[in-house]
């Protein structure tokens, strides 16, 4: 597999985590949201999603602010664009 191959396998995975997170996150308890977040937020600094991974800091920290919520399945809808665009 070659580096172009590897970086496209690892931010596909990276949306699909990402996009099912923003699915769970809007039916999850507080203890939930915060748990979801944290792990979102250790995946997007490692792919460079530092904006999803600053959001998902803030409703680590919140989670109740439903306004970080929207705030965040905006950033992952504009990763899942980049990176559809990037792996044509």
């Not at 590897?6 to 990402?18: D, K, R, T, Y």
Request: aromatic residues 4%.
């Amino acid at each position: 597999m070659g580096d172009r191959a590897l970086e496209q396998e690892v931010l596909s995975m990276f949306v699909q985590q990402a996009q099912s997170v923003r699915d769970q996150i809007g039916r999850s308890n507080d203890k939930q949201r915060r748990f979801l977040a944290h792990g979102l937020k250790g995946s997007a600094r490692g792919v460079g999603a530092f904006i999803v991974a600053e959001l998902a800091d803030a409703l680590e920290n919140d989670p109740g602010d439903k306004g970080a919520i929207g705030r965040l399945a905006e950033a992952i809808e504009d990763v899942r664009d980049f990176v559809a665009a990037i792996s044509r």
